[in-house]
């Protein structure tokens, strides 16, 4: 079997197994949170200014982008290969005429997917419930994309970083849990170049808005402190972390010997 | 004939414990049970050789082969864990069919080997419910299904038969013999001897890591000829039968249990006392009921070997 022939029958495999888990039932739960909140909002701020509107679509892009698909990651990007050590069916995997490289692959696009699709739903239902009042202004569309867009990023580079980790460490949730929540939570704030030592950084840097001087404007939110970069230079510094994270996860899988506690 | 398995000085510890020690083995084509207590090191040696662990020192190849990361080999290798663990959430049916999906057949394909397999276990009845529902003997027989399923050329089954009722055990080792039949190698691992004696009479005996001895139940009775073996003769006139023996230099001890009836000796030379005692029964007219070795067993051979 072909390298890629393997990986797409891994990802079809685990993204067939990944929405039966009860931790995907768990995490699109957790999605619906924003939607009900902006359903609430909406009921609240019925017919006032559509400031409110973009004040709480920031608010719902802070919860997205630095705590949901930030956990989403650090679950489903660990146990990429820490599930089949703790669950022990590791083994049904490395006795089969696959290349190692191709489980880590297959299963990491397969949850990428999986929590992309989470992502999505939780997105657009809160997005458009919070600004139903412009559905008629193409440039929402536009914005929405450029969100949907971010996440996507997002997903892919930290789902690299925790699989890697996952490949290499036993408690590697842990870990995960400092680098999400504190190290990428701090750092960001840092000024100068510190900033660029983190992830959420890049991602801050590609989204969809427009500078009103003084840096930010409605999405000061999002954009405190950033000093961006430039947006082209941002997509490539996450491609090439997550290709980066990824080949090196898969060079771990292939080379370490996993052993199941007893 | 030629080895299907070799592994030469094959060593892998963990941390300071030493799992396997300097073991040389080759495994041909027909059953061959790895038999020994828990922790003796025959998980390891079977997964040293389905390329789960890499050898610390030596070698292990399949075919001439080498194991570790060579997936290619596993198109012909069925592995049957020995843990009872599974992806929960799927059904027979699915568990079977997508591990298939590895090997790269079609979808027609995979559903004919998947029915086949669950079918050889019948579990075709219950192929679509969640494995988590499933009995222990169940579970058994879906794990051995997917080590079958892809039709290997070797099946290395670890512990296959614990969780089996009887009835199921005794299907399985049809089936297990059924494959070597086939010419197919098969090699087995279990700490319970009355099993494997079902399964074989080839068979390497493993503790604390080491090969103790390998060859078939007789020639491992050779390989202890410092523990005497021990017959009981059942007999009309037991006393009459000892008497014949008490100048018999090759017995080393004789007793009479406690029935009255029977006479039970030791002896290193047992072909010399059966030859013996044939013509102690034709020559004495003395009616002998029963023969029997108690100790002609594995568990007395492994007994013996581990010096217990």
């Given at each position: 079997m072909t390298a890629r022939k393997s990986i797409g029958e891994i990802f079809g495999f685990f993204f067939f197994l990944g929405r039966r888990?009860?931790?995907?039932?768990?995490?699109?739960?957790?999605?619906?949170f924003p939607v009900i909140l902006a359903f609430v909002v909406r009921v609240v701020f019925h017919g006032r200014s559509g400031d409110m509107a973009a004040v709480f679509t920031e608010i719902l892009m802070v919860f997205l982008l630095q705590f949901y698909i930030v956990i989403l990651s650090l679950f489903y990007g660990t146990s990429v290969v820490a599930e089949e050590i703790e669950g022990r069916t590791l083994s049904y995997l490395i006795t089969r005429p696959l290349p190692k490289p191709a489980i880590v692959l297959g299963k990491y696009a397969a949850y990428a997917l999986l929590m992309f699709l989470m992502v999505a739903v939780s997105l657009s239902l809160s997005f458009f419930i919070l600004n139903t009042g412009r559905l008629a202004d193409p440039s929402l569309y536009l914005t929405f994309i450029g969100y949907l867009g971010v996440l996507g990023l997002g997903i892919l580079a930290y789902t690299a970083f925790f699989t890697f980790l996952g490949a290499v460490l036993k408690r590697a949730i842990l870990v995960g849990l400092v680098?999400?929540?504190g190290w990428e939570n701090v750092i960001q704030y840092f000024p100068g170049s510190t900033q660029k030592f983190s992830i959420v950084h890049y991602l801050k840097s590609v989204l969809p808005y427009r500078p009103t001087g003084g840096g930010g404007g409605r999405l000061a939110l999002l954009l405190f402190k950033l000093e961006p970069t430039a947006p082209a230079?941002?997509?490539?510094?996450?491609?090439?972390?997550a290709g980066a994270l990824l080949a090196l996860a898969c060079?771990?899988?292939?080379?370490?010997?996993?052993?199941?506690?007893? | 004939m030629t080895a299907v398995i070799a592994a030469t000085h094959l060593s892998k510890w963990y941390g300071n414990v030493l799992g396997l020690n300097d073991v040389s083995l080759e495994i041909e084509a027909g059953i061959t049970g790895l038999l020994?207590?828990?922790g003796a090191g025959k998980s390891t040696f079977m997964k040293l050789i389905t390329g789960q662990m890499k050898p610390n020192i030596g070698t292990v190849t399949v075919r001439g082969r080498k194991v570790w990361n060579n997936p290619a080999i596993f198109a012909g290798i069925g592995f049957c864990p020995e843990h009872d663990v599974f992806y929960e959430d799927v059904t027979g049916w699915e568990f079977v069919t997508g591990l298939l999906r590895f090997y790269g057949y079609s979808g027609s394909d995979i559903k004919q080997r998947a029915a086949r397999a669950l079918d050889i276990v019948e579990l075709t009845k219950d192929k679509d419910r969640l494995i988590r529902g499933y009995s222990r003997g169940m579970r058994q027989r879906v794990k051995f299904a997917q080590a079958i399923a892809h039709d290997p050329e070797i099946i290395v089954l670890d512990e296959p038969l614990s969780?089996?009722?009887?009835?199921?055990?005794?299907?399985?080792i049809k089936l297990i013999k059924a494959f070597?039949?086939?010419?197919?190698?098969v090699l087995v691992s279990s700490h319970v001897l009355p099993e494997i004696e079902a399964l074989t009479s080839r068979i390497v005996l493993v503790h604390q890591g080491k090969i103790l001895a390998q060859g078939d139940i007789p020639y491992i009775r050779e390989l202890i000829e410092a523990h005497p073996h021990m017959i009981s003769v059942r007999s009309s006139d037991p006393r009459a039968l000892a008497a014949c023996f008490v100048g018999d230099r090759s017995i080393q001890k004789m007793s009479f249990a406690p029935d009255g009836r029977t006479f039970v000796v030791e002896t290193h030379k047992r072909d010399d006392f059966f030859a013996r005692l044939t013509g102690v029964v034709l020559e004495g007219g003395i009616e002998v009921e029963e023969i029997s070795s108690p100790d002609d067993n594995l568990q007395a051979v492994f007994e013996y070997l581990v010096g217990k």
């Amino acid at each position: 079997m072909t390298a890629r022939k393997s990986i797409g029958e891994i990802f079809g495999f685990f993204f067939f197994l990944g929405r039966r888990t009860g931790k995907t039932r768990v995490f699109a739960l957790l999605g619906l949170f924003p939607v009900i909140l902006a359903f609430v909002v909406r009921v609240v701020f019925h017919g006032r200014s559509g400031d409110m509107a973009a004040v709480f679509t920031e608010i719902l892009m802070v919860f997205l982008l630095q705590f949901y698909i930030v956990i989403l990651s650090l679950f489903y990007g660990t146990s990429v290969v820490a599930e089949e050590i703790e669950g022990r069916t590791l083994s049904y995997l490395i006795t089969r005429p696959l290349p190692k490289p191709a489980i880590v692959l297959g299963k990491y696009a397969a949850y990428a997917l999986l929590m992309f699709l989470m992502v999505a739903v939780s997105l657009s239902l809160s997005f458009f419930i919070l600004n139903t009042g412009r559905l008629a202004d193409p440039s929402l569309y536009l914005t929405f994309i450029g969100y949907l867009g971010v996440l996507g990023l997002g997903i892919l580079a930290y789902t690299a970083f925790f699989t890697f980790l996952g490949a290499v460490l036993k408690r590697a949730i842990l870990v995960g849990l400092v680098f999400g929540f504190g190290w990428e939570n701090v750092i960001q704030y840092f000024p100068g170049s510190t900033q660029k030592f983190s992830i959420v950084h890049y991602l801050k840097s590609v989204l969809p808005y427009r500078p009103t001087g003084g840096g930010g404007g409605r999405l000061a939110l999002l954009l405190f402190k950033l000093e961006p970069t430039a947006p082209a230079v941002a997509v490539l510094m996450l491609a090439v972390v997550a290709g980066a994270l990824l080949a090196l996860a898969c060079w771990f899988f292939r080379m370490k010997e996993y052993l199941y506690e007893e | 004939m030629t080895a299907v398995i070799a592994a030469t000085h094959l060593s892998k510890w963990y941390g300071n414990v030493l799992g396997l020690n300097d073991v040389s083995l080759e495994i041909e084509a027909g059953i061959t049970g790895l038999l020994g207590p828990n922790g003796a090191g025959k998980s390891t040696f079977m997964k040293l050789i389905t390329g789960q662990m890499k050898p610390n020192i030596g070698t292990v190849t399949v075919r001439g082969r080498k194991v570790w990361n060579n997936p290619a080999i596993f198109a012909g290798i069925g592995f049957c864990p020995e843990h009872d663990v599974f992806y929960e959430d799927v059904t027979g049916w699915e568990f079977v069919t997508g591990l298939l999906r590895f090997y790269g057949y079609s979808g027609s394909d995979i559903k004919q080997r998947a029915a086949r397999a669950l079918d050889i276990v019948e579990l075709t009845k219950d192929k679509d419910r969640l494995i988590r529902g499933y009995s222990r003997g169940m579970r058994q027989r879906v794990k051995f299904a997917q080590a079958i399923a892809h039709d290997p050329e070797i099946i290395v089954l670890d512990e296959p038969l614990s969780g089996l009722d009887p009835l199921g055990k005794r299907k399985l080792i049809k089936l297990i013999k059924a494959f070597r039949d086939e010419g197919r190698t098969v090699l087995v691992s279990s700490h319970v001897l009355p099993e494997i004696e079902a399964l074989t009479s080839r068979i390497v005996l493993v503790h604390q890591g080491k090969i103790l001895a390998q060859g078939d139940i007789p020639y491992i009775r050779e390989l202890i000829e410092a523990h005497p073996h021990m017959i009981s003769v059942r007999s009309s006139d037991p006393r009459a039968l000892a008497a014949c023996f008490v100048g018999d230099r090759s017995i080393q001890k004789m007793s009479f249990a406690p029935d009255g009836r029977t006479f039970v000796v030791e002896t290193h030379k047992r072909d010399d006392f059966f030859a013996r005692l044939t013509g102690v029964v034709l020559e004495g007219g003395i009616e002998v009921e029963e023969i029997s070795s108690p100790d002609d067993n594995l568990q007395a051979v492994f007994e013996y070997l581990v010096g217990k």
